[in-house]
């Protein structure tokens, strides 16, 4: 490993616009190398590219090139990325479509594509959601009460993106569900 100026080991200071393997002064070809690092880690939003790009001193025309050429060639799919990260999140965090939006906006997706996405996720597939996770937490919310766990869960679903109707349907549910699941034993 290299050795700095002040003599401790460490990685080498980058300098904007190039990269100590490559040409000196070739920032397209630093840019290349930075998106292909990310892309290797995990797929990742045109925008996000950018943003890592511009952060690094990449000029912008260099990298609108270096990125209109990954698009090209389907290394950056905003699409691909959109679909897979609703249905990822969606299984398995439970977010509903709201949070989803949400998410994709701040990563930088822009808004066609992000309705494209969330429109996978229909509104039974979303109750269901809602349902699986209200119903694991159902029993600690019910500790002080029904007005309380009523507050909670939707606060819960809430959180998650979930609209107002649907989580006030699905915790009404759950709860009517739980009072019924009481009385069970006295019959």
């Known amino acids: 490993m290299p050795i700095g100026a002040s003599g401790s080991v460490g990685r080498r200071r980058v300098e904007p616009g190039g990269h100590p393997e490559d040409a000196p002064g070739d920032p397209e070809a630093f840019a290349k190398a930075i998106c292909l690092r990310l892309l290797t880690a995990a797929a990742r ?5 950018a943003t890592a790009l511009r952060q690094r001193g990449i000029p912008d025309q260099v990298a609108a090139t270096v990125l209109d050429r990954f698009v090209e060639v389907g290394l950056i799919d905003d699409r691909a990325y959109a679909e897979a990260f609703v249905t990822a999140k969606h299984r398995d965090r439970a977010l509903g479509v709201t949070a989803l939006r949400s998410e994709l906006r701040r990563k930088g997706v822009d808004e066609v594509t992000v309705d494209a996405a969330v429109q996978s996720v229909d509104q039974e597939a979303e109750r269901e959601r809602a349902r699986a996770l209200i119903s694991r937490r159902v029993d600690a919310a019910m500790g002080n009460g029904v007005p309380a766990a009523r507050r909670r869960l939707v606060g819960l679903l809430a959180r998650r993106g979930y609209s107002a109707d649907i989580a006030r349907q699905v915790v ?9 699941e009481d009385d069970d034993w006295l019959d």
């Open 45 to 49: 939003p045109r925008a996000a590219l």
């Open 172 to 180: 009404d549910e759950a709860l009517a569900d739980y009072g019924s």
